[in-house]
């Protein structure tokens, strides 16, 4: 049983691109989360998809977006980044709407701006 | 507003030693709280869940005690090995934001044969 996925593991990008990560929820699981974990910190939540539809946010721009696609898998995308944007992003999915339950996450990917 | 604390920020230990990793949160209004490992540039490994209602969870030598009363949670990992070198995380869910996590920054632990 594959756990939560995540790809690309490594990623390079200039200031003012843009960024697409993508994540696949362990079996079963219907829920999605994005966290960023900059060096040295705890993880900070960005956002939880479910049943296709941002369903909340935490204190993180515009310029972070996101889908869920009917086979529960997503995407982060970031715009016009920022330096500030290097970071861990991790992706966490759930089972049974993930308001209540463990959470499983994946490796990350390691998105660094230049 | 949820403030989750973890100290101390590093450990060092040698081996056959019992390790004490303390995680404090502001809200006691908690859903559940999570512990996990995570080792250098990786992901996290969830390690135990311990919802509201319980006041310890036990899996192999990793004990996680809760007291929401006073908003602490500890966890004791007992004759740790090299191999528990990580930094260990704690998060709560509060009742107010379901489905959300609030980290703790992280104890740093290093365990010396």
């Known amino acids: 049983d594959a756990g939560v996925t995540q790809s690309p593991t490594h990623l390079i990008k200039t200031r003012g691109q843009q960024v697409t990560l993508r994540c696949s929820p362990k079996s079963g699981h219907d829920t999605v989360s994005w966290y960023q974990q900059a060096l040295g910190q705890g993880p900070q939540f960005i956002f939880q998809?479910?049943?296709?539809?941002?369903?909340q946010r935490g204190n993180f721009p515009d310029r972070f977006s996101g889908h869920q696609f009917p086979n529960y898998s997503s995407e982060l995308n970031v715009n016009a980044l920022l330096l500030g944007d290097s970071a861990l992003y991790l992706c966490?999915?759930?089972?049974?709407?993930?308001?209540?339950?463990?959470?499983?996450f994946g490796p990350g990917t390691r998105l660094t701006v230049l | 507003k949820q403030e989750v604390t973890q100290i101390p920020a590093a450990l060092s230990v040698p081996e056959g030693e019992n390790l004490v990793l303390n995680c404090s949160f502001t809200d006691s209004a908690i859903y559940n709280l999570q512990w996990f490992r995570q080792d250098p540039g990786k992901g996290l490994t969830s390690l135990l869940l311990i919802q509201s209602s319980q006041r310890e969870q036990t899996s192999g030598r990793l004990n996680a005690s809760l007291d929401k009363s006073s908003g602490r949670s500890t966890l004791y990992i007992a004759a740790s090995q090299p191999g528990d070198s990580a930094t260990y995380l704690c998060?709560?869910?509060?009742?107010?934001?379901?489905?959300?996590?609030?980290f703790g920054a992280g104890t740093q632990v290093v365990v010396t044969p």
């Open positions: 998809y479910y049943e296709e539809e941002e369903r």
């Open positions: 966490a999915s759930s089972p049974g709407g993930g308001r209540t339950d463990e959470q499983f």
């Open positions: 998060a709560v869910m509060t009742t107010d934001s379901w489905g959300k996590l609030q």
